[in-house]
């Protein structure tokens, strides 16, 4: 009976501590700021949670958020369940820190994870293979200190980052892909000709920004929208419309052949955010955090020289 009760909760981890974030401080905007993500990804997993449950959590505001009777309730004992895991989570990982002095904990996006860092880790391996990299793929940012502390962050975003030590890594640049699959996509050219083809749409919400830059009024963009841009990627890959997306996360792709570019480099979009390395404000990094800071700039240097 508990497996059948929990099942339908399974997978969201991630909107319970978006929902718990917005209603300590009221706001999307600002509980984005502090999870260093974007409003409208907080905005999209506290809708999904309530999806979930079938009922509203907050009241919407002019000026904020306010969470209503069954919001009160729900966040009073989802911050208990929340706190256990964050004990749990420190607990392990001061015993892993104590048998594991070179061991760093990096906290970044499940997009930037799989499509960019995994491919480049026997590169790590090869350069420092004393350290051990650890990765929490999430879009809720760990904190860089107190409970549940990670050693970095990788993240996507527009400087300022409050409170922490932040590098510049990678460029946000985004340009349009799709599967090589879709009929007429060698021949596209202009905007227009994406005028029938579904777009597929991450919480970034990129699209109308690009149609804007290019002197295109789109009031309404059609097709699916997923809260991560990993399953973004994942749906243009199986053919399912085009996809605008950072193109350091496509690389691999692009050379397996998974993926196409289409319309052209004069299409890209060019925003002002990007990736960046974050670490804490008032702590020296150990020899081990340094050394992965290194080597993801080199990374990112070798990629920028393609």
Not at 54 to 62: M, S, Y
Not at 234 to 262: D, F, H, Y
Request: proline letters at 6%; charged letters at 20%; aromatic letters at 8%.
């Amino acid at each position: 009976m508990l497996a059948k009760h929990h099942r339908p909760l399974i997978g969201v981890l991630n909107h319970l501590v978006a929902f718990e974030t917005a209603a300590r401080l009221g706001s999307f905007r600002a509980a984005a700021e502090e999870m260093f993500v974007t409003q409208g990804a907080v905005a999209q997993q506290v809708r999904a949670l309530e999806d979930k449950l079938g009922v509203e959590l907050f009241d919407r505001l002019p000026r904020g958020l306010k969470p209503n009777q069954h919001g009160l309730e729900y966040v009073a004992r989802i911050r208990l369940a929340l706190g256990i895991i964050e004990d749990a989570t420190e607990d392990l990982l001061n015993r892993d820190e104590l048998n594991l002095p070179n061991q760093v904990l990096i906290s970044t996006t499940p997009a930037f994870a799989s499509r960019w860092l995994i491919p480049k880790l026997s590169h790590l391996a090869d350069l420092y293979p004393d350290v051990s990299l650890m990765i929490d793929a999430s879009d809720v940012t760990r904190p860089l200190k107190g409970k549940g502390r990670v050693d970095m962050a990788v993240r996507w975003g527009t400087p300022p980052f409050n409170n922490v030590h932040t590098r510049y890594l990678l460029s946000g640049r985004a340009f349009v892909v799709c599967s090589p699959s879709l009929a007429g996509a060698s021949e596209w050219r202009q905007p227009d000709d994406l005028a029938e083809v579904p777009h597929i749409s991450d919480s970034h919400n990129n699209w109308q920004r690009w149609y804007a830059t290019y002197g295109e009024n789109k009031t309404k963009i059609t097709g699916p929208t997923f809260s991560q841009t990993n399953l973004a990627l994942e749906a243009a890959e199986q053919g399912m419309g085009v996809a605008l997306v950072p193109g350091l996360l496509v690389e691999n792709s692009l050379k397996s052949g998974t993926l196409i570019r289409v319309l052209g480099g004069e299409f890209q979009l060019d925003t002002d955010a990007g990736f960046y390395i974050l670490t804490g404000e008032d702590s020296t990094p150990s020899p081990a955090v340094a050394k992965v800071v290194d080597w993801l700039l080199s990374e990112a240097n070798q990629d920028c020289l393609r």
